[in-house]
C-alpha cells in the first residue's frame, strides 16, 4: 500500500503543480493552446509513477502479471482520489469561476457541470490506469516457464 500511495500522490503533485502555475502563477487563457499540454503532462506522469511503482513491487519480491495490475489500479486509485480531494478543495476556495472554461458550465447547473467534471477525473483516471497498468505489468511481470 505505501508504493501506492507514494506514487499515486506523486501524479498529483504534478496536477498540482500545474494548476497552481498556470491559473495563479501565469495564468492562461481558456483559448491558449498550452492548455493541451496538461491532459498530456498528466498522462504522461501517470504512466511514469505507475511503471515506477510496478518496478518497486517487483523489486519486493516476486511478481505475477495479476500483482502487478493490482499495484498500478492502486496507484490510480490513490490519484484519483487525492486529485479529486485537490480539485473540491480548490474549489471550495477559490469558487466556481475555476469551473468557467467546463464545457457544459454556461448551460447547466453548477453542481452539474462540477458533478460531471469529478466523475469524469475519477473514473477516467481509473479507467487509464488500467489500461497503463495491463501494458505495464505485461512487460514487467514474471514469466511462466512450461
Request: glycine share 8%; hydrophobic share 60%; net charge positive.
Amino acid at each position: 500500500m505505501r508504493i501506492a500511495i507514494k506514487y499515486g500522490l506523486l501524479i498529483t503533485l504534478v496536477v498540482v503543480v500545474w494548476i497552481i502555475l498556470t491559473h495563479f502563477v501565469v495564468p492562461l487563457p481558456p483559448t491558449s493552446k498550452l492548455n493541451l499540454l496538461g491532459p498530456v503532462l498528466f498522462n504522461v506522469a501517470a504512466i511514469i509513477a505507475i511503471y515506477l511503482g510496478i518496478k518497486a513491487r517487483k523489486a519486493e519480491g516476486d511478481m505475477n502479471f495479476k500483482a502487478g495490475i493490482k499495484t498500478g489500479l492502486a496507484i490510480s486509485l490513490v490519484y484519483a482520489i487525492s486529485a479529486c480531494l485537490f480539485f473540491l478543495l480548490l474549489l471550495l476556495v477559490v469558487g466556481p469561476s475555476m469551473m468557467a472554461n467546463e464545457p457544459m458550465a454556461a448551460n447547466a447547473p453548477f453542481w452539474r457541470v462540477a458533478l460531471g467534471a469529478f466523475t469524469g477525473m475519477f473514473f477516467g483516471s481509473l479507467i487509464l490506469g488500467l489500461v497503463y497498468s495491463t501494458i505495464i505489468s505485461f512487460f514487467l511481470a514474471r514469466r511462466y516457464q512450461r
